[in-house]
């Protein structure tokens, strides 16, 4: 089946204790990126990848790194999370070719940082 | 950024009546894209429609998009209690998938 899987779903952690997020996808996709939703915005990009080894920044990455090595992984990490980055993160996938632009999401990982 | 903005935020109706949501956007597009959202859960992508197309079917779903207002709408025919979800606009510009999406519309429709 295709999909993209995030882990863990749920986290509760403390400001400064560093955390990743991993995201995985099965569906060869070149293109991958990390959103958080907050009430009221909408979804917001943080980081992009566009191939194994190529990342850029969304939106709002202050805060947030990302490394992309193998092309079915892009994780998300946070090296000193504040409670300012609580928050649904969501992962997603898509290809790069014409007609294949669907993003592909995953099921969100919910933050909280006390 | 924002760059789609939905209208209404919030829609309520009774099951089998028609709803209709709209997104307006601000900079030039490659294409639009609708996703649905059940609480909390991932998104999934509903339609897409691109810079050169008018009007786009899929099953109950009927996307428009008028490029010299920059704006479209999403109408789901005949709705459902299982069609209660908010429902989001993205636009895709620049040619490499960044997709910049609206704040969304929450559907209720009721039984």
């Known amino acids: 089946e295709a999909q993209v899987t995030q882990n863990p779903r749920y986290l509760i952690t403390v400001t400064g204790k560093k955390l990743t997020v991993t995201c995985s996808q099965n569906?060869?996709?070149?293109?991958m990126s990390w959103y958080r939703q907050d009430p009221g915005l909408g979804l917001r990009q943080i980081y992009y990848?566009?191939?194994?080894?190529?990342?850029d920044k969304g939106d709002v990455p202050e805060g947030y790194k990302v490394s992309r090595k193998e092309k079915r992984n892009f994780p998300l990490i946070l090296e000193s999370p504040s409670p300012n980055q609580t928050s649904l993160y969501f992962c997603?996938?898509?290809?790069?070719?014409?007609?294949?632009?669907?993003?592909?999401f995953g099921p969100g990982t919910r933050l909280l940082v006390l | 950024s924002q760059q789609g903005e939905e209208d209404p935020q919030a829609l309520s109706i009774q099951e089998g009546e028609n709803a209709t949501m709209n997104c307006s956007y601000k900079?030039?597009?490659?294409?639009l894209q609708w996703y649905r959202q059940n609480s909390g859960r991932g998104l999934v992508h509903l339609i897409l429609?691109?810079?050169?197309?008018r009007e786009k079917h899929s099953g109950r779903l009927r996307v428009t998009l008028d490029t010299s207002k920059k704006s479209s709408s999403l109408l789901i025919t005949a709705s459902r209690a299982a069609d209660t979800a908010s429902y989001f606009c993205?636009?895709?510009?620049?040619?490499?998938?960044?997709?910049?999406f609206g704040a969304g519309t929450r559907l209720a429709v009721h039984p």
């Open positions: 569906m060869n996709h070149e293109y």
């Open positions: 990848s566009m191939n194994v080894e190529v990342t």
């Open positions: 993205a636009t895709e510009s620049g040619g490499y998938n960044k997709l910049i």
């Open positions: 429609i691109r810079s050169n197309e």
């Open positions: 900079t030039s597009i490659n294409n």
């Open positions: 997603a996938s898509s290809s790069t070719r014409d007609g294949q632009e669907t993003q592909y």
